[in-house]
């Protein structure tokens, strides 16, 4: 029964001195009330009675929200700004032993790095600065963090609440400022308009113009080919009726005519003409003297 006890007692100091530490985690052992060791994930032996773990340190990134701090800003007006501050342990010793409370001691430190930022800006600055005021805050509280085992990755500014009276008019000037713009839009939109149809009237107006142009161009090629055809006309007429006297005057020819039948033959035609409309007739010489011989001939028959 003795031997039964000591062996349970065995096993409890066993089981006891056994230590198994998660993932992201860290501990921080002390012996004999000093600093011994940092434990990371895994299985460790410690010594009952002489190591005791001194502090359990969460290594995921932390997110520490603050509530509203009042600041001024340079040209004194009062806001209130509350921030969110994303960090990290890096050091589980000096997080252990460099400050007695490590959120309160980076709560405080944004709070007052926070009013000298803001202290030299004015309002219209503050308002939209935001980019410049996380980058220079988050540089500022990681250096001052890093004595603890504390890295700060970033700063974020959720809310920046202005003066009530200022905040009034900040709506009034917004207000403002939209309907100028739908004023202005409203103007841009009746001049685009304007020039468009500027533009459809001035291309309706060349169109028709081209149109016109096409139109006029047509009619002179076709009034152009009419006289060209009745020209053709007229060459071809005048062409067959020379061709048929030059086949008469042939056939005269090769029937053995002398000239004084070809000159009757012309006097003939001319006969034929003077049925028309003319009132003046000219008679060549040769014809006039061959109608004096016919005259002669006449008489001499009688």
């Not at 997110?63 to 890096?90: C, E, L």
């Not at 010793?93 to 000298?116: D, H, K, M, S």
């Not at 500014?157 to 739908?182: C, G, T, W, Y």
Request: proline fraction near 4%; charged fraction near 25%.
């Amino acid at each position: 029964m003795f031997l039964l006890i000591i062996f349970v007692l065995l096993v409890f100091l066993f089981l006891n001195c056994v230590r198994i530490v998660p993932q992201a985690q860290a501990v921080v052992v002390e012996r004999l009330g000093r600093y011994h060791a940092t434990w990371d994930a895994g299985i460790h032996i410690m010594l009952p009675i002489l190591d005791r773990v001194a502090k359990r340190v969460n290594l995921k990134e932390q997110v520490a929200d603050f509530p509203p701090q009042p600041v001024i800003t340079k040209d004194n007006v009062t806001m209130r700004i509350d921030s969110v501050v994303f960090f990290v342990i890096t050091e589980p010793r000096l997080y252990a032993y460099g400050v007695e409370n490590p959120i309160a001691a980076i709560e405080n430190l944004t709070a007052t790095t926070l009013r000298n930022i803001i202290g030299s800006m004015d309002l219209d600055t503050t308002l939209t600065s935001r980019e410049t005021i996380n980058t220079e805050m988050r540089s500022q509280l990681d250096i001052a963090t890093d004595p603890w085992g504390i890295k700060v990755n970033r700063v974020e500014l959720k809310n920046i609440l202005p003066p009530d009276a200022i905040r009034e008019a900040m709506e009034k000037q917004m207000k403002a400022e939209r309907e100028k713009r739908e004023v202005v839009t409203l103007a841009q939109g009746k001049k685009e308009s304007a020039v468009l149809t500027a533009q459809g009237n001035k291309e309706a107006a060349i169109l028709n113009a081209e149109a016109e142009k096409q139109t006029a161009i047509l009619h002179a090629e076709a009034e152009k080919e009419r006289r060209i055809r009745e020209a053709e006309g007229q060459a071809q007429a005048i062409r067959a009726v020379k061709e048929a006297e030059a086949e008469g005057i042939r056939m005269l020819k090769e029937a053995g005519a002398d000239e004084s039948v070809i000159r009757l033959r012309s006097l003939d035609t001319l006969a034929k003409v003077a049925e028309g409309e003319s009132t003046k007739i000219l008679i060549p010489s040769d014809i006039q003297n061959m109608a004096g011989l016919l005259t002669s001939l006449k008489e001499s028959v009688k």
